[in-house]
T-cell receptor, first 114, second 114 residues
Framework: DGGITQSPKYLFRKEGQNVTLSCEQNLNHDAMYWYRQDPGQGLRLIYYSQIVNDFQKGDIAEGYSVSREKKESFPLTVTSAQKNPTAFYLC?????????????FGDGTRLSIL | AQSVAQPEDQVNVAEGNPLTVKCTYSVSGNPYLFWYVQYPNRGLQFLLKYITGDNLVKGSYGFEAEFNKSQTSFHLKKPSALVSDSALYFCAVTPPNAGNMLTFGGGTRLMVKP
């Protein structure tokens, strides 16, 4: 079955450490997204990519970085500059340019501070 | 800029009773509207969408939503609630031709009691 795989499910970060969250999809979707979910705040967009080798900042990009070297993969790095990284991180994808299509979501990575 | 409001943090309903989860939006033009459901430690699952046409949209698991342009609302409904419907529900909106850039509401927790 096609879908989005996020790993790891749980991740712990030490002070001053960068960590990378994996997102892989086999839906042949062009567009991919990273969201941060905090309790009571809904989802906020961190970065998105409409096509390979191109990505754009979302509403809360500071302290995060991404790459899009392959269509299937959109890893997110939480850098040491992100001072409050504890959250649930969700990756999503859609066919590019189709606003009437729903986004498909992975099952998330929960990041905590040690 | 677009925005989505889900005025109730939590909705409580008895099993077998009808349920309504409210959503209002602010966006220019004719928006595309979506409802998603999230179970604990999982990603978002698509329930239904309004693109155009009939104001009453039917979706998965017996849910439906009513689009009201004059009130800029898109309330989620179900005639008879199940305990298994207990989850977190998100409303989302995107303007057409926005490359599927969703704006999410803050979420409403639905609690269905036996």
């Amino acid at each position: 079955d096609g879908g989005i795989t996020q790993s790891p499910k749980y991740l712990f970060r030490k002070e001053g450490q960068n960590v990378t969250l994996s997102c892989e999809q086999n839906l042949n979707h062009d567009a991919m997204y990273w969201y941060r979910q905090d309790p009571g705040q809904g989802l906020r967009l961190i970065y998105y990519s409409q096509i390979v080798n191109d990505f754009q900042k979302g509403d809360i990009a500071e302290g995060y970085s991404v790459s899009r070297e392959k269509k299937e993969s959109f890893p997110l790095t939480v850098t040491s500059a992100q001072k409050n990284p504890t959250a649930f991180y969700l990756c999503a994808s859609t066919p590019r340019g189709y606003s009437n299509q729903p986004q498909h979501f992975g099952d998330g990575t929960r990041l905590s501070i040690l | 800029a677009q925005s989505v409001a889900q005025p109730e943090d939590q909705v409580n309903v008895a099993e077998g009773n009808p349920l309504t989860v409210k959503c209002t939006y602010s966006v220019s033009g004719n928006p595309y509207l979506f409802w998603y459901v999230q179970y604990p430690n999982r990603g978002l699952q698509f329930l239904l969408k309004y693109i155009t046409g009939d104001n009453l949209v039917k979706g998965s698991y017996g849910f439906e939503a009513e689009f009201n342009k004059s009130q800029t609302s898109f309330h989620l409904k179900k005639p008879s609630a199940l305990v298994s419907d207990s989850a977190l529900y998100f409303c989302a909106v995107t303007p057409p031709n926005a490359g599927n850039m969703l704006t999410f509401g803050g979420g409403t927790r639905l609690m269905v009691k036996p």
